[in-house]
């Protein structure tokens, strides 16, 4: 049974995704790990004999610990952290209750080598309109809420990615990119392990959007348009980037939650 300081898989999967989401922690024991070494989506592995050091970094945000089975590592865990003031709550069941019910996982080894401060680094072309802003905004809902993204002239994408230890996506001849008639965002839902209904009715959009096949979505020429717009708004892709996540935070929604739902406004007067 749940309680004030736990949460249930299911209710946790509703909150993964949305701007308000917990920071996820896994102290799972590297043999536990090892033994399956995928992640609930946005979860950070750290060690729970190092919760003093690392907590200060999620003081002010809700937390929830996920260890085996849900059990002596998350509770202990989760009550250091409310010690410190973090609202934290264990996962019931822990990432064994999560894989039975069937929620998605990330292979840890798809997630790019972190920084010093423990955050992914991304690197891409200038002035994005669709792919190279869905694909940040799925990394940071679903992957690394923490990612770090550079956005650089074409030419110098993969220097700059070799040198500053950064992942290139969403050009030519990398693995995050293109391939065939599926986009980057398509390859990124797919090798991340993300193929939920709505995240692959919102991969069919940006698709539909990004390569000028407008014919795959009802949405797609919306999130074109709307999409085109915002680069016209802004002359900064990070302010872009920035203001592209709520689009893709409502289109998301809506492809997760509202699909049946209409909006009119018919006249209950009578036509003369």
């Known amino acids: 049974m749940s309680s004030y300081t736990s949460i249930s ?3 946790l999967f509703r909150l993964i995704g949305t701007p308000n989401a917990p920071a996820l922690v896994d102290v799972r024991i590297d043999e536990d790990f090892a033994a399956d070494p995928r992640l609930v989506p946005g979860a950070q592995r750290r060690s729970h004999r190092d919760v003093q050091a690392w907590a200060p970094g999620i003081a002010g945000r809700s937390a929830v610990i996920i260890c085996h089975e849900g059990q002596k ?3 202990g865990t989760a009550a250091w952290l409310r010690h410190g003031n973090v609202a934290a709550e264990v996962l019931e069941g822990g990432h064994l209750a999560w894989k039975e019910a069937g929620l998605p996982t990330i292979p840890a080894d798809r997630i790019p080598k972190r920084d010093e401060r423990g955050r992914t680094v991304w690197v891409t072309r200038e002035r994005p309109k669709i792919d ?5 905004w799925l990394i940071r ?3 690394d809420p923490s990612a770090v993204f550079l956005f650089v002239a074409s ?3 993969e220097a700059v990615a070799e040198r500053f230890g950064a992942t290139a996506f969403d ?3 990398v693995f995050w990119s293109h391939r065939g008639e599926f986009c980057t965002f398509d390859v990124m839902v797919r090798e991340f392990g993300l193929s939920t209904p709505a995240l692959e009715r919102l991969a069919t959009m940006v698709r539909g959007a990004d390569t000028a096949r407008l014919d795959l979505s009802p949405e797609a020429s919306g999130l074109l348009a709307a999409s085109l ?7 900064d892709d990070l302010k872009q980037l920035s203001a592209g996540h709520m689009l893709y935070d409502a289109f998301y929604r809506w492809c997760r939650d509202a699909t049946k739902e209409t909006h009119n406004w018919p006249s209950n007067k009578v036509k003369a």
């Open 155 to 157: 030419s110098e994408v």
């Open 229 to 235: 717009g915002l680069s016209r708004m802004f002359d």
């Open 171 to 173: 050009i030519e001849n």
């Open 9 to 11: 898989p299911d209710k």
């Open 132 to 136: 190279r802003i869905a694909c940040p």
């Open 141 to 143: 809902r679903f992957v």
């Open 73 to 75: 590592l998350s509770e």
